[in-house]
């Protein structure tokens, strides 16, 4: 034993270079209408970290189309490794009838838990790449009045499967005070329409000065901007006005500053963790409860396996299926006893037994 103690304080290093080796996987979808900059954005978060050889072809890559398209990028910073995916869902909302414009979106992160379900089942459980959504940016528009009605319903469809973060886009069309009236209106409509949203409550001994800004500027205005200009002497990406320029990393400008270190640093792993113990969980437990309802043939027709707790209740079910189907028989054959006998009774009253006669 070493004189610190029993030697096991170094555990929790070892878990993280053994992380650190394998690498991180995270999801981002990006949902909103068009025009609201949602391309943009992801180009101004990531511009520094992608390779200037593969930037371009890679998000010029995401069409204006309506079907969801996605691209995934490596990273790789002081040994740390990092897949990223930005999954787009160009012309949501740009419908006359927008009835029901969320079931693909719907679709998409469901097919992607039955992914992580069925490799989690699997055997090869070591090498599992996480395709799941770990967080959805929802763009709202700054000229409408709070929410739309679209808003409310995409967010009610979606906020018990994934993690929202409204974001308020284009934020730099919007005085200082009309964006802080907006947030307040908007956050008063999310809880009147009990919408559950992702507000970066880490529970965390460490919380430091960030965090609590993070927490308290969602929903975060931002801008988005590709062009770079020079303002005394230093090299700014902005937006340029009459006036002067806003610039995209200015904390005075925008939330912009915020929502990166916010999605890259300070609360990806609580992102990861919510995706993981919520809402997989949730979907989880309702593939589980589909497949009791259905019955055993079911869990045999469609090949799922759910791990050693559920198997002990799927074999439960077929075992009870069995005796259910065994009294059943011990029930027809008793019917059918009893049947016969009455049968023979009713023979035995109608056949006279002849006389004896003689000649």
Known sequence: MSEGGIGFGGLPLIVHKKQFRRGFDFTIMVVGESGLGKSTLIHTLFLNEIRPDRAKPAFESIKQTVEINKVTFEFEEKGVKLRLTIVDTPGFGDAVDNR???????????????????????LNRKNIVDNRVHACLYFLNPSAHGLKPLDIEFMRELHESVNIIPVIAKADTLTESELRAKKIRVLREIRENGIKIYTGDIEDEEDNDEVQKVRAAIPLGIIGSRTIFDV?????????????????????????PLLRNMLIRTHMQDLKDATQEIHYENYRKRKLQETVVSGPSSE???GNSFGFAELATTTHLVQKAKDQLLLQKDQELVE???????????LRGQVKVPEDTTV
């Open 100 to 122: 029901n414009c969320w079931e693909q979106i719907i679709q998409y992160i469901n097919e992607k838990y039955s992914k992580y379900l069925e490799d989690e089942s699997g």
């Open 232 to 256: 005394n002497g230093k090299k700014v990406r902005g937006r340029l006005y009459p006036w002067g320029i806003v610039e995209v990393e200015n904390g005075d400008h925008s939330d912009f």
């Open 300 to 302: 045999v027709s469609t």
């Open 336 to 346: 059918m006893k009893r049947q016969m006998e009455l049968l023979q009774a009713q």
